[in-house]
């Protein structure tokens, strides 16, 4: 049994609103007849009797040059190999086997963010195109060939799947930074990578704003020189192309625009690459309990049978849907629900350029109304907004959504019950998908015409993902105990990342030490897999997740370290010491609260606060900026020296602090106390 982990004093866990079980809401019968899957069989199919052999259900999905001999080999454990023997193509299976049947049919719907501005259609043959010319381009101009790493930091357009695709078709694999982050965390992932080649574009509109992005390019190839990584060639997608959009200038010799070079490439078609199922096909770094971002390494064959299969069952796609998935492509939902799963099953998927609320409340709506979406997904964050500025928007326009998602973080039953009742006028169906950077795809949710809706649970395990909760000693929690818990997974799946780029170790002990049985074992039962989050089995065995156990915070569904914040507040030089705690939020979930001690001799002022708040925002992203940041005196200290977030946590939430008397200075409690709840 390996050692215990430090216990995190504040976490998100443990300021969880724990609500209580909710009734049922059954799906519609005319949902039923149309489902992909009402086969309940299914559950049993995939029970752990029949693991892993029943995940070939998932593998069948995809079209494969050869196919597969070794369903899981676990020789290098907890490394798992999915599909081993097998050659498949992502760009392939996403694009060009859909021509024969849907080569006039819309892919990819773009909606740019001003109303004024047309939306455009982009049939699968276009994008076939598109991606074959961009796949060209890279090989022939970047030098690219599997298995070299490429950053992309890219806003949202069809330019971003364009680009993975044509990644995938050639077997480089991608490494997408949410186009909201800074440039020097940008820089971070390029040099973590190890990528010589940034994609990255002019502008894109938020907010009614065009937003100058090459800014953020030219700190990330400055910062990743800094760290001896080389980028030697930036290709820069124009918002109109042909047209300059951003007063950063072009570096001669470094930047190129892409939609120029792609002139050379018309019209030229690249085979795709018949890649291992296991070969990686894309880097998704993600914040974790140290301040380095870890680069989570997803696999070729056994995620995308996973994104297509959860795609079919649990998002109900067919071929003739409409599917709008709100996130961002530069997160993993985006890369799983916006770009592979739905494009693996030949649906129209929507990418929105902007904020769902511009310029109104009625906006989403009307993109719904006007495009005929029928299925929708989105996170509690942005469901609590529209109902805080339009709670009767959706009333107003005529759309019919068959089926909506939420993910990302916790919903309340209340949100939960507009949504339904409001949005989806109580004929659409909801899931509630649990899952993870790490995971691929989902992990816990209904099969929407199987089981019942239960609002603020997520539902029961996926089939053929088999949950378990361990309290702190290491011992399971009885099923359906009701009881919080830290849950795992006892069993590996196809999408599973496949490890940590560059840093097996780190793989290993974040994941699977802390419950692994025998760390010499080959055999996939002695390793559940660690989520970080705490859980509560109802005895239906339906999950309600409770938030993280670690040092790792839910900011509006963005998931952030709070170490990665902490040292970034450490970069002002009047910062001696810094520490951050998770609060709760009305529309956000939580927020960052920022405490700074400053160094002997230098007084707190507004300013100083200012600059530590631009700090985080250059060094992260305008995501990670604190709710506020609170200078005090001294940090709550223990007479070791540590400091007690815990305290910190409490006072940010208006909790109970707790006995503070064992601590070296108690009297900054009062203090701090007083400055934040005043
Ligand atoms: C949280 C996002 C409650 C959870 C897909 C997890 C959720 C973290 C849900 C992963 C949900 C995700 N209900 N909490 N339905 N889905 N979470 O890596 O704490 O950005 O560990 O992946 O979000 O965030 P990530």
Redo the contacts with the bound molecule.
């Keep these: 049994m390996a050692e215990k982990k430090e216990v995190v004093e504040t976490s ?1 866990a443990q300021i969880a609103v724990h609500w209580g079980e909710e009734a049922y809401y059954e799906p519609s019968a005319e949902f039923i007849a149309q489902a992909n899957m009402t086969d309940s069989g299914i559950y049993e199919r995939f029970s752990l009797d029949n693991f892993p052999n029943c995940f070939k259900e998932y593998a069948d999905l995809l079209d494969w040059y050869e196919y597969w001999d070794t369903i899981l080999d676990t020789s290098d454990a907890p490394c798992w190999k999915w599909f081993v023997g097998g050659k498949v193509n992502a760009s392939y299976n996403c694009v060009d086997r859909h021509l024969a049947k849907h080569k006039n049919k819309t892919a990819i719907h773009f909606v740019p963010e001003l109303e004024e501005e047309k939306t455009e259609h982009v049939t699968f043959q276009e994008l076939y195109v598109r991606v074959n010319e961009m796949a060209a381009l890279l090989q022939d101009f970047c030098g690219l060939k599997a298995g070299d790493r490429v950053t992309l930091h890219l806003p949202m357009t069809p330019d971003l799947p364009v680009t993975m695709l044509a990644c995938a078709r050639l077997g480089v694999i991608h490494s997408q930074v949410f186009g909201g982050f800074s440039g020097k965390s940008c820089a971070d992932r390029i040099v973590d990578s190890g990528s010589n080649v940034l994609i990255t574009a002019d502008s894109y509109y938020r907010g009614g704003k065009l937003i100058d992005h090459k800014e953020k390019a030219d700190t990330a190839v400055a910062e990743a020189k800094k760290a001896g990584q080389t980028v030697d060639k930036v290709l820069v997608w124009q918002r109109y192309p042909g047209k300059n959009s951003t007063p950063t200038p072009m570096v001669e010799g470094l930047d190129y625009f892409t939609n120029d070079v792609l002139k050379n490439y018309y019209g030229k078609i690249v085979e795709p690459v018949r890649m291992p199922a296991e070969a990686p096909l894309f880097l998704m770094y ?1 914040s974790g309990t140290t301040g380095k971002p870890k680069g989570c390494q997803h696999g070729t064959g056994g995620y995308l049978a996973y994104v297509t299969g959860t795609s079919k069952f649990v998002q109900d796609i067919h071929p003739e849907d409409v599917y709008w998935c709100m996130a961002d492509i530069g ?3 985006g890369h799983s629900y916006i770009v592979y799963g739905p494009l693996a099953l030949a649906a129209s998927t929507v990418i929105y350029e902007g904020i769902p609320t511009y310029p109104d409340a009625g906006r989403c709506w009307r993109i719904a109304q006007d495009l005929d979406v029928n299925i929708f997904h989105t996170a509690p964050t942005a469901i609590r907004a529209l109902r805080k500025v339009g709670p009767d928007e959706p009333a107003k326009y005529n759309y019919k959504f068959k089926h909506m998602t ?6 309340e039953p209340e949100v939960w019950k507009w949504y339904y009742n409001v949005v989806g006028r109580g004929e659409a169906a909801i899931v ?7 995971t691929g795809g989902f992990l816990c949710s209904t099969i929407p015409a199987l089981k019942a809706m239960k609002p603020g649970s ?1 539902g029961p395990g996926m089939p053929g993902i088999h949950p378990v909760i361990y309290d702190d000693e290491g011992k399971e929690l009885p099923a359906g105990a009701g009881k919080a818990g830290n849950i795992c997974i006892r069993n590996p799946w196809p999408g599973g990342f496949q490890t940590i780029w560059g840093d097996r170790d780190r793989f290993v002990s974040t994941y699977y030490e802390r419950y692994c049985r025998d760390k010499n074992s080959k055999n996939w039962e002695d390793w559940p897999y660690l ?3 705490a859980a509560v089995e109802a005895e239906d065995g339906y999950f309600r ?1 409770l ?2 156990i670690d040092d790792v915070i ?1 900011v509006s ?3 952030l370290g709070t170490k990665e914040l902490e040292s970034a507040a450490l970069v002002v030089q009047e910062v001696a010491e810094a520490a951050v705690v998770p609060v709760k939020h009305d529309i956000k979930g939580i927020e960052p609260d920022l405490y700074v001690a400053l160094k002997p001799g230098i007084e707190g002022s507004d300013e100083i606060a200012a600059k530590i708040s631009k700090a985080i925002v250059d060094e992260i992203g305008a995501i990670a900026r604190p709710r506020k940041v609170w200078i005090v005196p001294d940090m709550p200290k223990t007479r070791s020296g540590k400091i007690m977030r815990r305290v910190l946590g409490a006072i940010s939430n208006k909790g109970d602090v707790g006995d503070t008397m064992t601590l070296a200075n108690p009297e900054v409690v009062e203090e701090i106390t007083k400055m934040v709840q005043n």
Excluded at 432 to 438: K, P
């Design positions: 998100e993600t997160w993993i939902t939420t993910v990302g973080e916790p919903i509630d998908t649990w899952w993870q950077t790490e997520a989520t970080g989050d997740i938030g993280r839910n569904g963005h998931r």
